[in-house]
């Protein structure tokens, strides 16, 4: 039991220290009473397109409707959505959610294998795919216990003729979809209009229905899904509502997602937080396009945007950002990776807002801790435990050590995950019965409760806020048959944080770094492919075998 609270007293002005957790029974509630509430305001904009909350209300519904009476799916069943931020997407989240099943957030960039292993984990139903990324499921579908492919495009829900202009440029000018064949596969339009000729039948939901497995590498690089339930999301939209919510107009506000939705900082804080404000989410299709994304934010008036330090630089180093009226923004938020002091000094010099830096994990849903709004400049910790949370500074035995002293972080609240998905030994791992979370970051607090992550105890590697883990990347590159020996590490680099280093003992001596690249893009996703290669004669090892990573990160870096 914690007994050192020192956050407690420097809780911002009228942010209480607990929240009401029973205010709402799932995160469905939270739709219907926001559908209700803001009917007529717009919920979801993308492409020149809005949605109103009523839209989103009848959407949903029919979609549910589908799932259920159409399809035959069954509460707890998994469905996987595999697309970029476009207004599909919320819909499909609430009309899964709506039925009673679990939504399987799946990143559209994955490859065959990364999506076969994630698809056959969770034992999902059925999928929904935007058309880019359809060849991709239709490879190892075979593979997988999936028997229904719902699939749409670019430009479904842009309304005539838009949708049919999007789609015939995405396809046929731009050339964005590959070829791809699934038998007896539904168009997303066609599910809906099914939908709406079934009776909707509302599932009546608790707080221990499991609603996202949301898959992460945990604490050994295995993607293994994180059971969040209802009530994880529940408690986290109350707590960030807690600590944002007092500067947001209810009904008026505006944020930018440029973070997919598929991620779970942009799901939770941008998707379901702002939705309970009756906000509208600004949807970005597609953010590495900064030119395209600076000019579509000249042309709304945003009141927040969340981002990872990446997207921050990023966009202060696009020509015209410096330009856009910020008059209407009082919140920006950093999470996913380290904000970086000189990002976040730049950007409250351009926009005249402070860039607040918060701190969570998939593991818990994900807020953990925030720094409190009306900081005057950016202070380099991750800040204040949120409301209902408690966080403790543990040595190697589990023990509390004092305020000041470094160990690893650990964390206890309604939104710490259930579990992972039919793994109890790596949720025993990470998870103690007394309810304490072992992050595996290395911190420490200061008497005001303020907490600053120092290192990290797990080789975790966290490129642009998206972790990758070295056991994946180790396996991708020993499956090439001119390696003998592999290591994955993580190296400081300044656009995304970290960047992906291989060592490599070769087999082949004829192996180069090109074959290596060649060999991971078939099989990597594109963050988590290797930006330096480096061959050696042998690799640091224990003395009973086993590589040291850390040897190699304190090495100079070399790269082939």
């Not at 698809?119 to 990324?133: E, R």
């Not at 505006?254 to 939770?268: D, E, K, R, V």
């Not at 900081?375 to 050590?401: F, H, M, R, W």
Request: proline share 5%; net charge neutral.
């Amino acid at each position: 039991m914690s007994t050192q609270r020192p956050w407690l007293a420097n809780y911002p002005s009228g942010v209480p220290a607990e929240i009401d957790l029973h205010e709402y029974s799932s995160v469905v509630a939270v739709l219907e009473s926001s559908c209700e509430r803001f009917r007529d305001r717009p919920a979801f904009s993308n492409m020149g397109r809005q949605l109103s909350y009523d839209e989103v209300d009848r959407l949903s519904r029919q979609f549910a409707a589908f799932l259920t009476e159409d399809l035959g799916l069954k509460r707890g069943d998994r469905v996987a959505l595999m697309m970029p931020n476009v207004l599909q997407y919320p819909i499909a989240i609430f009309g899964v959610l709506r039925a009673g099943l679990t939504v399987v957030n799946t990143n559209p960039m994955y490859t065959p294998r990364e999506l076969k292993h994630q698809l056959a984990d969770s034992g999902a139903s059925a999928i929904v795919v935007l058309d880019n990324f359809a060849a991709t499921v239709a490879e190892v579908l075979r593979d997988t216990p999936v028997k229904h492919v719902i699939t749409t495009g670019l430009g479904d829900l842009l309304g005539f003729p838009k949708a049919l202009l999007t789609n015939f440029v995405v396809k046929y000018v731009k050339k964005l979809v590959p070829p791809f064949q699934i038998d007896g596969h539904i168009r997303f339009n066609d599910a809906l209009a099914r939908g709406g000729r079934q009776t909707f039948r509302r599932v009546e939901l608790t707080h221990d229905d499991v609603a996202f497995l949301q898959y992460t590498g945990g604490t050994t690089g295995v993607a293994k899904g994180a059971m969040l339930t209802h009530g994880n999301l529940v408690a986290n939209m109350q707590q960030a509502s807690m600590w944002i919510g007092r500067n947001a107009k209810l009904g008026h506000e505006i944020i930018i997602t440029a973070l997919p939705l598929y991620h779970i900082f942009a799901l939770t804080a941008n998707g379901l937080v702002f939705m309970k404000f009756g906000g509208l989410n600004y949807l970005i299709t597609n953010p590495r396009d900064m030119a395209g994304f600076v000019k579509e934010l000249s042309n709304v008036r945003f009141t927040a945007i969340t981002g990872v330090n990446t997207l921050f630089n990023g966009l202060l180093n696009t020509p015209g950002f410096d330009q856009i009226d910020f008059s209407s923004l009082h919140l920006t938020l950093g999470g996913g990776m380290a904000v970086q002091r000189a990002v976040a000094e730049r950007w409250q010099k351009v926009t005249g807002i402070t860039l607040v830096e918060a701190y969570g994990l998939t593991e818990t849903s994900p807020a953990a801790c925030m720094n409190p709004l009306d900081l005057p400049e950016y202070n380099a910790s991750i800040g204040l435990p949120i409301s209902s949370t408690e966080v403790s500074v543990q040595d190697d035995n589990g023990n509390e050590l004092p305020i000041g002293e470094t160990g690893e972080l650990c964390v206890r609240g309604p939104q710490v995950m259930k579990g992972y998905w039919n793994r109890p030994e790596e949720t025993a791992k990470v998870l103690t019965d007394s309810g304490w979370l072992h992050t595996g970051d290395i911190a420490r607090m200061d008497d005001k409760g303020y907490v600053y992550i120092v290192d990290r105890k797990k080789d975790m590697i966290l490129v642009s806020g998206f972790n990758v883990y070295p056991n994946e990347i180790e396996d991708v590159i020993a499956t090439h048959p001119g390696v003998l020996e592999v290591a994955a590490i993580g190296v400081p680099d300044d656009k995304s944080g970290e960047a992906v280093k291989i060592v490599v003992v070769r087999k082949d001596p004829k192996l180069t770094a090109e074959d290596l690249r060649q060999h991971c893009k078939l099989n990597l996703t594109g963050y988590k492919q290797p930006r330096f290669i480096e061959f050696r004669d042998s690799l640091p090892k224990s003395n009973v075998g086993k590589i040291l990573r850390r040897e190699l990160r304190d090495a100079p870096k070399t790269a082939a």
